[in-house]
């Protein structure tokens, strides 16, 4: 059971969908209604999530954190004339992001339960979504990788064009075009790794762990130049997905115009894709060349940390809003996996969690207001907490942990990423955790000045009087995220003990490369 849990965890969300297909075939047969079976759908879907997040558990306690490599891996020969390995398994970087996936999933799964048409393809394409998400984070072998990191483009496109807003094609095209470019650069770069590592070592495989240790014992050595065009296809294919600026031009678009659920798996586990994929692909692949880059890169993330805060503090609209806030909470993620100090990359990966979860219940929160006044200007609100005194409650938890309040998730990030950065050896490094200093700053007055308008205040619009307290639905989904968001806050060294071996490992090899990349 150990060393299949992972496969079980990754495809049990497509198992459901094709559930939710089939009956929905089945029933329609027997002359049901669509609107008699509509609400099955939703169950089906949420029982699957749930099942999954349960089956995810059981990765914890196969888990040992004192060891750094992958671990409860599955290997086994698919396209043997390739070198193509179903290669899966999990480390201390890995681990918890499949968790954070499937966490999120019932949420983005109960925020979508309002919606009345196509219901069963709606929550097909979110099962799907999650079976891609899960996938990319286990692989071990670039051409599996690949193939999940294409499958979790699909069902966002569907999500965003079928259930989102007025313009919602030109958000999912524009978000399936700037991806697309990331990932055909990343696709040339896999294939030249791959022949160039056949050619050394006269063995044709897509393994990571074998090229890895390929490139780190010197039997694969490819040329400075070259490594600097592989570093840049998979650099930018990542720095799309983050988004680091300037790339980012497709997020506000996608989260506007994205349904309620779709917004909440973009913002919670999609852009870590990014982020993820730097620390695991980029840093032990081309480490003298990460090192090189990374006052480069460095630049960028503060650049996006102070534009996208900038950005949000003048935002009429709240999805807007938090999603101009991804932007500048996410140059802090890339802040601190190139700085290459333990404390930085360690702060970085569990800025990944808390970005998921307190930007996810912030989309849930935003999500919940337009359902009841079918509008998300912040000037329409005004007094909401003399109507919604809970959902007030969970509403400014969530934003404090967005911005760093002590003793809750956002605050241990941070405080780990702009620490290690102050410290870290790269160039101009410490400027730079200056500047990322002043980003904390700006995420406290956009936020406080939108929770000051929607929460507080005399209630100046009349619909707001109307305003329906929260349903037992909406409560269970917002629940689980504030509570992880006190939890993180409180007993960080919980999740920060089983990354640590894993984290430093590749921190490890950045290290012992920076001394021949300065030269």
């Given at each position: 059971?150990s060393?299949?849990?992972?496969?079980?965890?990754?495809f049990?969300?497509?198992?459901?969908a094709?559930v939710?297909?089939l009956?929905?075939?089945?029933?329609?047969?027997?002359?049901k209604?669509?609107?008699e079976?509509?609400?099955?759908y939703?169950?089906?879907?949420?029982?699957?999530?749930?099942?999954?997040?349960?089956?995810?558990?059981?990765?914890l306690?196969?888990f040992?954190?004192?060891?750094?490599?992958?671990?409860?891996?599955?290997?086994?020969?698919?396209?043997?004339?390739?070198?193509?390995y179903?290669?899966?398994?999990?480390?201390?970087i890995s681990?918890?992001?499949v968790l954070?996936?499937?966490?999120m999933?019932?949420?983005?799964?109960m925020?979508?339960?309002?919606?009345l048409?196509?219901?069963?393809e709606?929550?097909i394409?979110?099962?799907?979504?999650?079976?891609?998400?899960i996938?990319?984070?286990?692989s071990?072998?670039?051409?599996?990788?690949y193939?999940?990191?294409e499958?979790?483009?699909?069902?966002?496109?569907?999500?965003?064009g079928?259930?989102?807003?007025?313009?919602?094609?030109?958000?999912?095209?524009?978000?399936?075009?700037?991806t697309?470019?990331?990932?055909?650069?990343?696709l040339?770069?896999?294939i030249?790794?791959y022949?160039?590592?056949t050619?050394?070592?006269?063995v044709t495989?897509?393994?990571?762990?074998?090229i890895?240790n390929?490139i780190?014992?010197?039997k694969?050595?490819?040329?400075r130049?070259?490594?600097w065009w592989?570093?840049?296809?998979?650099?930018?294919?990542?720095?799309?997905?983050?988004?680091l600026?300037?790339?980012?031009?497709?997020?506000p678009d996608?989260h506007?115009e994205?349904?309620?659920?779709?917004?909440?798996?973009?913002?919670?586990?999609?852009?870590?894709?990014g982020?993820?994929g730097?620390?695991?692909?980029n840093?032990?692949?081309?480490p003298?060349?990460?090192?090189?880059?990374?006052?480069?890169v460095m630049l960028?993330?503060?650049?996006g940390?102070?534009?996208?805060?900038?950005?949000?503090?003048?935002?009429?609209d709240?999805?807007?809003l938090?999603?101009y806030?991804?932007?500048?909470?996410l140059?802090?993620i890339?802040?601190?996996?190139?700085?290459?100090?333990s404390?930085?990359?360690?702060g970085?990966l569990?800025?990944?969690?808390?970005?998921g979860?307190?930007?996810?219940?912030?989309?849930l929160c935003?999500g919940?207001?337009?359902?009841r006044?079918h509008?998300?200007d912040?000037d329409?609100?005004?007094?909401v907490a003399?109507?919604?005194p809970?959902?007030s409650?969970?509403?400014?938890?969530?934003a404090?942990?967005?911005?760093?309040?002590?003793?809750?998730n956002g605050?241990?990030g941070?405080?780990l990423?702009?620490?290690?950065t102050?410290?870290?050896t790269?160039?101009?490094a410490?400027?730079?955790?200056?500047?990322g200093?002043?980003g904390?700053v700006l995420s406290?007055?956009?936020l406080?000045w939108?929770?000051?308008?929607?929460?507080?205040?005399?209630?100046?619009k009349?619909?707001?009087?109307e305003?329906d307290?929260?349903?037992?639905?909406e409560?269970f989904?917002l629940?689980?995220?504030?509570a992880?968001?006190?939890?993180?806050?409180?007993t960080?060294m919980?999740f920060?003990?089983?990354?640590?071996?894993?984290?430093?490992?590749?921190?490890?090899?950045?290290?012992?490369?920076s001394?021949r990349?300065?030269?």
């Open positions: 059971m060393s299949s849990i992972i496969t079980i965890t990754t049990f969300p497509t198992v459901g094709i939710i297909m009956y929905s075939i089945i029933q329609l047969r027997r002359g209604s669509r609107e079976i509509r609400p099955h939703r169950w089906i879907a949420f029982i699957v999530s749930m099942i999954t997040f349960v089956f995810s558990l059981g990765l306690l196969g040992d954190s004192s060891k750094s490599e992958a671990q409860l891996v599955t290997k086994l020969s698919w396209i043997q004339e390739l070198g193509v179903y290669h899966v398994g999990v480390d201390g681990l918890w992001l954070l996936t499937t966490f999933v019932p949420g983005a799964v925020a979508s339960w309002t919606f048409k196509r219901v069963h709606l929550m394409f979110i099962l799907i979504l999650e079976t891609g998400m996938g990319v984070f286990v071990l072998d670039l051409f599996l990788f193939l999940f990191w499958i979790v483009l699909i069902p966002m496109y569907f999500l965003i079928i259930y989102g807003g007025e313009n919602r094609i030109y958000a999912a095209i524009k978000f399936v075009v700037y697309v470019v990331g990932s055909l650069l990343m040339v770069a896999i030249a790794l022949y160039l590592n050619q050394a070592t006269g495989t897509f393994d990571l762990v074998e890895t390929n780190a014992s010197g694969l050595v490819i040329a130049n070259f490594q592989m570093w840049l296809a998979f650099a930018l294919a990542f720095f799309i997905k983050v988004p600026w300037p790339f980012h031009t497709w997020l996608a506007t994205a349904p309620t659920g779709a917004s909440v798996l973009l913002a919670g586990v999609l852009l870590k894709m982020t993820y730097l620390m695991r692909f840093l032990p692949l081309f003298e060349v990460s090192y090189q880059a990374a006052p480069w960028l993330a503060v650049i940390i102070v534009y996208g805060a900038l950005v949000a503090m003048v935002q009429p709240m999805k807007k938090v999603a806030s991804s932007v500048s909470h140059g802090f890339v802040l601190g996996i190139f700085a290459f100090t404390q930085s990359m360690q970085a569990y800025q990944m969690l808390n970005h979860i307190s930007t996810g219940a912030l989309f935003v919940i207001l337009y359902d006044r509008t998300r912040i329409e609100f005004g007094g003399q109507r919604m809970r959902y409650t969970m509403f400014l938890i969530t404090m942990s967005s911005l760093g309040l002590p003793l809750l605050f241990v941070e405080f990423i702009l620490l290690g102050f410290s870290s790269v160039p101009g410490k400027w730079f955790s200056v500047i200093g002043i904390v406290a007055v956009y406080l939108m929770i000051q308008r929607v929460l507080f205040g005399r209630i100046t009349h619909e707001n009087e305003l307290h929260l349903s037992i639905r409560r989904s629940l689980p995220p504030v992880m968001a006190v939890l993180m806050g409180v960080p919980l920060l003990k089983a990354s640590f071996n894993s984290v430093d490992s590749v921190r490890a090899i950045v290290e012992s490369q001394s990349a300065a030269k």
